[in-house]
Every structure is written in C-alpha cells, then in structure tokens.
C-alpha cells in the first residue's frame, strides 16, 4: 500500500511538471502582451514607453529564463504579482477560489445527489415510463451548450420576467447576515441551475448504468432467490457496489465540471477562477494564467490520488502495483 | 415490485432473442439490435438530414449567406425568411445552412482525426508496453489533468487565424487522450490472448497484427466513442466560438451565430434561438446514435 | 428545483432594488488594477476621479477648469516664463483646503513627492512623454507650501495645462517612508487597493470581481457632494450590463462598450433611462499600407475611398445621423477641425476611374487585373470578436467588389491585432482600428515619417501606413514646440489638408461614446474623453426629489 501511494504520488508530480513546462511554453509563445494594448489605448503613451515597460516587466528575456525563475519562485511559495489587479496572485486566487467553490460545490452537489437518486430510481425501473422519461431528460441536459442555457435562462428569468438578476454575485450595500446570505442565494440560483443541468444529467447515466450492472450480478440474484426483502437487495448489496466506481468517476469529472465553470462563470459575471483564468488568458495576465492552471491540475491530479486510494479502502480487491 | 418484475421479463426475453440471433451474422446482429434502440435510429435519421442539408447547402439555401441587405434588417421569422434576418439582413436560414457545413465538418473530421490519433497511440501504448506506454500514458495523465476549455483558449489566443483547419488541429492535439485510453485497454487484453499469440508464433509481423487482429477487436468502442465524440466536438466549437477564439465570422458557424446572437439577444432574440436549437438537436442525435451503437456493438452491456 | 427557484425568487426584490436615493450605483465593463497611479486602465481613471481631486480636469466642453490650482498658468500672465535655452518656467498657485482623507492639508510638497516617485526609473509610471520634459519641481518657500515651480528642459505648448503630467498628487506621509526604503517594492504598497484620496469621495471597500465603494467626503472644498455614496459595479459581459441596466439595478453605466443599438433597447425597455451621445476623439479608421505596391499609388487609395459609402457605415454604427463622418483625423469640435479638406463622396464610377489610371483593367472574373496581370486581391483586418467592425468589413467587402476589388477579411483577437499586426505592420493592405486623442494630443509619432515602425528602430513610432511626406513632417517639428495656440490651429488645419489629399489613412467616423443614466439623476456631464469622461464632477451629481 505504501509503495503504491508512493509510486503514484511520483507520478503525479511528475504529471504535474510536465503541464508546468507545457503550460508555460504555450503561454510565452502567445503573440501580443498587455504593453502593446496599453499603447493602443492610451493616446499619451509613446513608444519608448512601451520598451521600458515592456523591459519593467521582464517581457524580453528568454523563455529557459523565464521558466527557471518562474519555477524557483514557485518552489519558494511565490506564485508572482497579477500585472491585471496588481495583487499577489495567491491572493487573488485565494479570493475568487471562495466563489467558485461555492457556485461549483452548490451544483456539484445537487446534481450528484439528484442525479445518483435519479440514476437508482430509473435503474430500479428500468424501461418505465419514469425512466424513459429520465433518459430522455439526461440526454437534454447533455446536449445544451452550457452558455446557450446561460442566455436563455436570463433572457426569460432576467429580462421578459425579471425574478433574478442577470450576473453577478452581490448586490452592493446588502445588510451582512441573514440579507446577504439570501441576496448570494438569489444570485446563485440561475447560475447553479446552468450548471447542474448537464452534471445531473451525467450522473443519472453514470448511477443507472453501474446500478444495472450490479443488479445483474450473481449475489444480487443469489439474494433475491433467497427470497430478501428487494429494499434490503437494494441497500445491503447493490447500492454499494453501483456507487463504488462513482467515485473514482467523481475525481474524473473534475476537470469537465471546471470548463463547464469557465463559461458559466463568463456568462454570469460570477467573479470565481473560471472567469479569472479567462480574462488572464486573453489578458496576457501571465502569472495568473499559470497558477490558476496550474491549481486546477493539482486539484485534478490530488482528486485522482484520492480515489486510487478511496478505491483502494473501499474495495480490498484491488491490488497495488 | 412491478416494474422490477417487469424489467426482468423483459431481459429474459432479450436473452433468449439474443440465443436466437447466434447463427446471424454479426453485422446483422447489430443492426438488429440497434434497430430496436428506437431513439437512436432516430437520432442516427436526423444526423444523416442535417448532413445532407449541410451538404446541400449550396442548392437548398434561399439566399447567399452573405447577401448583405440593410433595408431588412432585424426581420422577424417570416415566410420570406423562416429563420428571420440578421443585423445585417442576411437570411438566418441559409446562413445556418452553411453554418452547419463548417459545424459539422468540425465534429466530423475532429471526431475523425482523434480515432485515428488515438486508435495509433492506444495501440503503440499497449502493444509494445514499457517505456512508450509510460512516456504516452504520462501524456495522457498531463492531458486529462487540466479543464480543456483553458487549454483551447491558450491554443487558440497561441494559433493565428480563424479557419476550420485550426479548430480541428486544437480538437486533436488535445483530444485524442480519451481514445487512446480505450484502445489501449482494449490491446492489453487482447495481446495476451490464443489468436493474437498464434499470429505471432506463424511470424506474422507487428504491423499485421495490430491492423489485422487488434484494432478490429478495438472497433467497437473506437466507433461509440468516435460518434459521441462528433457532438462534443461540436459544443466544443461553439463554445469556442462564444469565448470570441473560434471559426471567425464573416464564415459561419453554430457557434459563432449563437455568439453574435447574444449581443443582440434583446433586439432579437431569435437569432440566439435558432443556432442553439440546431447545435442542440444536433449534438443530441449523436448522442443518441452513439448511445444506440454502443448497445448494439457491445453484447456485454445488452443484457 | 421549482421550490428552490420560488424561494430564492421571493426573497429576491427586497434585496433587489437599486441604491436608493442616498447611493449611485455606476455599471462598468471593466475593473481597474489599481488605484492612485501606475494603472494601465481605463477604468481606474473612472474611480480615481471620484477619489482624488484634479488638478485642472477637461469639462465637458473640453477646456481645463482649475479645480486643485487657482488658475493656469499663461505666458500672457507671467506665471509663465520663458527663460534661454528654450528652456520654461511655470509657477503654480494650488488652492487651499484640499485635505486627505484621513485629515492632513495636501500641499505642495506632496506634489513634488509625486513627481519624484513618478521621475524614478524604478516605478513603472505608464507614460513619460511629458515627464521627459520637466527638470525639476521646486517648492520655494517652505513657509508657503501651496507655491511651486516647475522647470521645463524644453518648449511645450501644454506646460500651463498639468503641472507635469501627473493630473493629482500622492499622499506624502503614506507613502514616503515604504518608498525610499526601497522603489522598486512600491507598486505592490497596500495603498494602490485602499487609497487615501483628496476627492469628493473616500474609499470604503473594494470586494475583487464585485464592486467598489465609495463615500461622500464632507470636507471636499468645491461643496460636500450631495450623494451619500457611489458604487461601481464591475460586470465583464456587455449583455449582462445591458440587462442590469434595464432592470435598474445599475443607475449609470460607464466604460461600457455599448453601441448605440444596445443604448436604444435600455431607452425602450426602461423609460426612466436616457442615453446620452457624446462626440468623442475616437477616430475609426483604415490604414492603408504603403509599402505595398498598389497603395503606393495615391489614386488607388482615393478610388477605394470612393468606392465605400462611409455614410452609410457611420448610419450602420448608429442610427439616426448622429454619428459624423470623419474626413480626416479631428472631430468638429476641436479647434484645429478644418471642414474645407478633400472630401470623397461615394462614387463607385469616380473609383473605377481611378483605378483605371492607376493602371487596373478588368479581369474576366469582374475583378481587376494589374499591369502584371495579378489580380486585385486586398486583405482586410481588425479586432474579432468586435460585432460592428465585422459588419463594416462585410460592407466594404461587397462595395469594393463592385469596383472590381476581391477583398479578403482576416481578424485577430485584439491582442494580436493591435500587438504584433498592427505595431509591426503586419497587415499586408489595410487595418481597420480606432486611436483615441486628447484635445492637447499632438500626435507626431502617428504622423511623422521618423515613426514607421521597422525592425531598424525596433518597432518604434506609430506611423503605420508608413506615410512620408515632407510638408507633414515638417508642420509635426514645429508643433510640438509651437506655444501659440492660433498658430497650432492654423498648422493643425493645413496638416488636416495634406492628409486628406494623400489619404494614408481612409477616416471613418468618430466614434460617439454613450452614457445611460437614470433620468432623476441631475448633473451628469460627461466629457466622451479617454480619461476623465463620467465622474470628473461627481460631486455635483444629485437626485431629482
């Protein structure tokens, strides 16, 4: 067991690594940088400005260079100053991590809850008119791009029935307590509605067809023609075994729950790391770009270890190697 | 406890169905399983009519896409113009036409070009084991292991110009990943096995037996995944294109339509409606198709 | 899920109402980096004036109105001196009682500070054009810290419009100590996210991705503003913005990016909104590259000219005739305009005339052929992703087409455009972009054939047709020293002829900047300038009763 946590834990930083030098290859080789577009911008700046600036923020050294220093500050704990907020980028991300946790976390957990309940329940019936139903309702939720659901949520709820407002977090000067708490919920809701649509609609398949699976399996039979009562099939032996690989497919889906964020997060104004890496990316916000990236693969590759090892607890049949 | 009763009647029937069809043939197995999946012959039927219409594009559109006419412009849906008109006064309904010529070429050839990539490294990884499998699994881990939303954005702000050839060049460098995972499972327990051996042993060459003898036993989930792949490349596309980095207009596209349209969502609404409908219905036909495939092409799971 | 909807929508209005009487809550497209100095964005600009005094901002009839200083310098005063050596001297009276926010009088010495801080090499202040120019900053008399001096190396026309290019002063007392223990570590000083001003407003707090806010300073010496608070929302989504704005949650808008289409549908959708349309400075147009070989021809670009009915673009961009058509590089109203330049209607068979001159002949496709026989494709660029400029693009396309030109539309996000493209001269026909200028603009490094950018003066100079002609360059050498204004008018009219007639660029429109605001809300004035356009009186806004 130590050996495989080790081993895996070497390839993860290894993983790791490896996206730091792509990442930042990619990144550096980006054509136009915030300097040029201030010139654009501002009538006053004149070339020789945009040389020293440029030289200011180390724009023109080589790219070996600039990944080494990179690195070594990394290591140091030093994750760089955003060029776009003028903030330590560990405090940036430690402020818009809060926001997507909890747009992100909200809608994750509805939709595996909801999701799983509706996976059991349709697997339980397979082939009724409520599983039919439910299918049919997976497969749309799959199919809607995600921003699209986004414009049409507040094109009827913001505009035409104006009940929610049409991005944002806060509304400003809000009472602190029990008033801001629910002026959050209130602009959470369409947001998290975009959100958990299609992640629901991937648990509901995930959970009905690992349930099915499982009801076919021989103990499950074997129970049943022992004559067990089925709630008690139900719970005793399927339940845990249908939910077993879900977790590791909960780990896996980390990384399409993230993307759905970028654009959920853009459609909606919700100041969270979606829409920080965004505007870093288009922005030339290099510092940030890479930490933001570089976080969500941590917690990615962290998600992974987790499961291997979750996996690992939960099913003592898995050897290590 | 009906329903479960039921839905056990109802897998006894198709395992005794199953017994029956033994003796066919397995092409025929699998159309005659997928013809029952009575949602993806739909969703395969409405593919195939977009794609034609995609197709014939050119004879089918009412109008040019690109006939500017500034006198009709913001036209509300209408029989002259189902779709309405644009900022512009283009005719939305041949301009989605085209739109989904480029869409669709997008999901196609993406779809297409990460079987490929995929189905070649899965292969590889699998086949010959050791140091290519860690280097290209490596790959893969690096790969899965950051949103792709981001890594599009960075290639695409990274690539010059605005063609279908850049988007699908993106798709597949970052695409393949899951494919090649399949695959390589897939060969893994395939290399060990008598026919595959036996191959070997009457000296069949390497190339031989990954072409003859693993990649069609890989066939069936290469192609399930290939045909899912085709509606998320093209939500990958429009996704793309309303973060501003996809096909660049004056071409069109689903998604950059549906991009324009949100400027304007409140002018006219319809333009959001249309683009999204069809990316929609679209995405959700391959889902279905790809869906019907997989319980047609994979027994295991057709209990 | 309905339930959650119900509930969440219950709760939602009492939260949900604008500001209220005593606040104004300001919708921007765009969140500043930082506030005080070293900003590379507009935005920035928007609160500072809200935060920190002028010196002397631009009203909105675009003349410098003393608000920190008790007059402007003029020659005719002799508070302005000119000494040998072309050399200047220009004194300052500031006037009394300003007061940070935490109680201490600004003087004098904190505006040397700033210019020292500014001066240093080690901070990376955004331009230098001016600062360049000034020797030193001088306070006199200690006993009298509301007197300086500023010494100018060199002539310049605007030495009695700021006194050195910084437009307000930094807190000494905050500052000083965290900057001379070490320079380069004062850009990342707490103070840029909280800063103590001098303004009608002081900061209260600034929640990243959300919003900024303000409060009334009483002790503002032009009158304690008459709003108890001012917010800025930061709202990235243009349509989102628009949305907040029609539902009221937003009672003005600012830095928006709306066009007048957008502005038409809040005017509809809610009554209580007006827009407001301001010419600007922001001047739309095409370089042509002339370093190819067709361009090089001055009657080509006067046929393409012809051949695009720029009326009709302007009217696309927004309706109802209030957008004017640009014929060279200023707006009517500032004083160098010169409405008696070359004109060029749109004549579709004037530009085929002219191409043919120039020596094209048609090609059995409908379109030209060069005297080389090769065909008359032309490429197009600009910012994707911008909704008009595509559209424009498609216009011209279909317009250029009947005159026998088959153009090509090839866009880039915004920073490889206006990056690489366009500062390197990239685009092999021509660029369609916008320049923004200040009523004292004198843009010699967009003129001047000294500013081609090249790879020999490492891409300096803002020349990008790559336009050379000896009469321009020379009216752009004595301008930037000309300290007449009569004279810098007249050379501003001549200069507006010269590039009419050689057409370096084709001039499009100037664009209008738009201001929704809430009709109750009384003394907006916005200026449709760069840096000083909503807020530079925001202590004389009120509500209606």
């Not at chain 2, 929609?280 to 198709?289: C, Q």
């Amino acid at each position: 067991m130590q050996r495989f946590l080790l081993q895996r834990a070497i390839q993860s930083a290894v993983v790791l690594l490896g996206l730091s030098v792509l990442l930042f290859t990619l990144l550096v080789y980006t054509p136009g940088d915030p300097v040029e577009l201030l010139a654009q911008a501002n009538p006053e700046v004149q070339p020789e400005d945009v040389q020293r600036l440029r030289q200011y923020y180390g724009l023109d050294d080589p790219l070996i260079i600039r990944y080494l220093k990179w690195l070594r500050a990394v290591a140091h704990g030093d994750l760089g100053y955003s060029r776009t907020y003028s903030l330590p980028v560990r405090t940036l991300i430690g402020q818009r991590l809060g926001n997507t946790l909890l747009l992100v976390g909200t809608a994750f957990l509805i939709a595996l809850v909801v999701g799983s309940a509706i996976g059991i329940y349709s697997a339980l019936h397979q082939y009724s008119p409520a599983d039919y139903g439910f299918t049919v309702f997976s497969f749309l939720g799959l199919a809607m791009p995600n921003f699209w659901q986004g414009i049409v949520l507040i094109l009827i709820f913001a505009v035409w029935i104006p009940l929610f407002p049409a991005g944002g977090m806060t509304t400003p000067g809000v009472a602190p307590g029990w008033p801001m708490a629910w002026d959050r919920l209130w602009h959470l809701v369409l947001p998290v509605a975009v959100l958990a649509t299609s992640g629901m609609a991937s648990w509901t398949r995930y959970v009905r067809s690992s349930m099915l699976e499982v009801i076919r399996q021989d103990y499950v039979r074997t129970a049943r023609a022992k004559g067990l009562p089925e709630r008690r099939i139900v719970r005793r032996h399927a339940l845990r075994n249908a939910l077993l690989p879900v977790i590791t497919l909960v780990a896996l889906s980390i990384p399409g729950v993230l993307n759905g964020a970028v654009l959920t997060e853009t459609v909606f104004s919700w100041p969270g790391m979606g829409l920080l890496l965004f505007q870093a990316v288009l922005g030339h916000d290099f510092n940030v770009a890479m930490a933001v990236l570089l976080f969500l693969a941590l917690v990615t590759v962290g998600a992974n270890l987790l499961a291997d090892v979750a996996y690992a607890v939960v099913d003592p049949r898995i050897r290590y190697g | 406890m009906a329903t479960g009763q039921m839905a056990m009647d109802l897998g006894r029937r198709e395992r005794l169905g199953e017994q029956a069809a033994t003796a066919e043939t397995y092409a025929r197995l699998v159309w005659r399983r997928f013809r029952r999946h009575r949602l993806a012959v739909i969703g395969g039927s409405v593919a195939v009519f977009l794609s034609l219409v995609a197709v014939l594009a050119p004879w089918l559109a009412p109008y040019r896409p690109e006939q500017i006419s500034l006198a009709d412009r913001w036209g509300v849906p209408s029989r002259t113009h189902p779709f309405g008109t644009d900022e512009l006064g283009r005719d939305v309904i041949s301009r989605a036409m085209y739109a989904g010529r480029i869409s669709l070429s997008v999901g196609y050839l993406s779809a297409l070009g990460v079987a490929v990539v995929g189905t070649v490294a899965g292969v590889a990884a699998g086949y010959y084991g050791g140091l290519t499998d860690s280097v290209l699994m490596r790959v893969v881990d690096i790969l899965l292991s950051v949103p792709t939303i981001p890594l599009y954005l960075i290639m695409a702000a990274l690539l010059p110009g605005g063609g279908v050839a850049r988007i699908i060049f993106i798709f597949v460098l970052f695409g393949w990943t899951g494919v090649s995972r399949l695959v390589r499972s897939q060969v893994l327990s395939l290399r060990q096995q008598d026919f595959v051996e036996a191959a070997r042993a009457l000296g069949a060459s390497e190339l031989r037996i990954m072409l003859r003898h693993l990649v069609p036993n890989a066939m069936a989930p290469i192609i399930v995944a290939t045909t899912l792949a085709v509606g998320g490349f093209i939500l990958g596309e429009s996704a793309l294109s309303y973060l501003g980095l996809g096909i660049q207009p004056p071409t069109p596209s689903w998604g950059n339509m549906l991009q324009r349209a949100q400027e304007y969502v409140l002018n006219a609404s319809w333009l959001a409606l249309f683009p999204g409908v069809l990316i929609f219905i679209t995405v959700l036909s391959f889902n279905f198709l790809g869906d019907g495939l997989r319980d047609a092409l994979d027994p295991r799971l057709n209990v | 899920m309905l339930a959650v909807l119900g509930a969440a929508a219950l709760a939602g209005p009492a939260t949900a109402a604008p500001g209220g009487r005593d606040t104004v809550v300001i919708g921007m497209a765009q969140e500043p980096d930082r506030l005080g100095a070293f900003s590379i964005m507009v935005a920035a600009s928007v609160v500072e004036h809200a935060l920190f005094a002028q010196a002397a901002p631009f009203t909105d009839r675009w003349v410098r109105m003393p608000v920190m200083v008790e007059k402007l310098p003029s020659l005719k005063d002799g508070d302005w001196v000119l000494l040998p050596n072309n050399k200047m001297k220009v004194t300052w009276r500031l006037r009394r009682g300003f007061s940070w926010h935490d109680g201490r009088p600004v003087t004098a010495l904190d505006w040397r500070f700033t210019y020292g801080v500014f001066r240093n090499p080690q901070t990376p202040q955004v331009s230098r054009f001016i600062l360049n120019k000034v020797d030193n900053v001088l306070v006199p008399n200690p006993a009298d810290p509301y007197t300086m001096i500023v010494q100018w190396n060199e002539l310049y026309p605007f030495a009695g419009s700021l006194p050195f290019g910084g437009s307000f002063p930094l807190p000494r007392h905050l500052l000083e100590g965290a900057y001379l223990k070490d320079p380069d570590r004062l850009p990342a000083h707490s103070y840029w996210r909280a800063p103590v001003g001098h303004g009608p407003y002081r900061f209260v707090e600034w929640v990243p991705g959300s919003h900024i806010t303000l409060e009334a300073y009483d002790r503002f010496p032009l009158g304690a503003p008459k709003i108890k608070r001012v917010t800025f929302r930061f709202i990235l989504d243009t349509t989102v913005l628009q949305v907040n704005q029609i539902t009221g949650a937003l009672d003005a808008t600012e830095n928006t990016g709306f066009d007048c289409q957008a502005a038409e549908q809040i005017e509809r959708r809610n009554p209580q909104i007006a827009v407001q349309f301001r010419e600007a400075m922001r001047w739309e147009r095409i370089d042509f590259n002339l370093d190819n070989e067709w361009l090089r021809d001055r009657r080509v670009r006067q046929a393409i000219a012809h051949a695009i009915d720029r009326a009709m673009i302007a009217e696309l961009s927004c309706p109802g005739g209030r957008q004017p058509v640009a014929h060279a590089w200023l707006p009517p109203r500032h004083p160098g305009y010169n409405p008696n330049v070359k004109k060029y209607e749109y004549d579709p068979a004037r530009a085929k005339a002219l191409l043919a001159e120039a020596g094209f002949t048609p090609g059995p496709d409908g379109i030209l052929r060069d005297r080389n026989g090769k065909r008359a494709e032309m490429t197009i660029m600009t910012t994707a992703g911008n909704a008009l400029r595509e559209q424009i693009e498609l216009i011209i396309k279909d317009q250029l087409k009947d005159v026998g030109i088959d153009l090509r539309i090839d866009n880039r996000p915004p920073s490889v455009f206006l990056g690489p493209i366009v500062s390197r001269r990239q685009f092999p026909h021509m660029a369609l972009y916008l320049s923004n200028f200040s009523p004292e603009s004198m843009p010699f490094v967009r003129f001047h054939s000294s500013q081609i950018p090249s790879a020999e003066n490492n891409w300096s100079g803002d020349n990008r047709a790559g336009w050379r002609n000896g009469e321009n360059d020379r009216i752009w050498e004595q301008l930037a020293s000309e300290l007449d204004e009569r004279t810098r008018i007249r050379l501003l009219r001549r200069q507006q002829e010269i590039f009419a007639e050689d057409l370096p660029s084709l001039p499009l429109y100037f664009a209008l900047r738009l201001t929704t605001t809430h009709k109750a809300l009384r003394g907006i004035r916005p200026t449709g300038l760069v840096d000083s356009y909503l807020t530079w009186n925001i202590w004389e806004w009120r509500w209606e009763q």
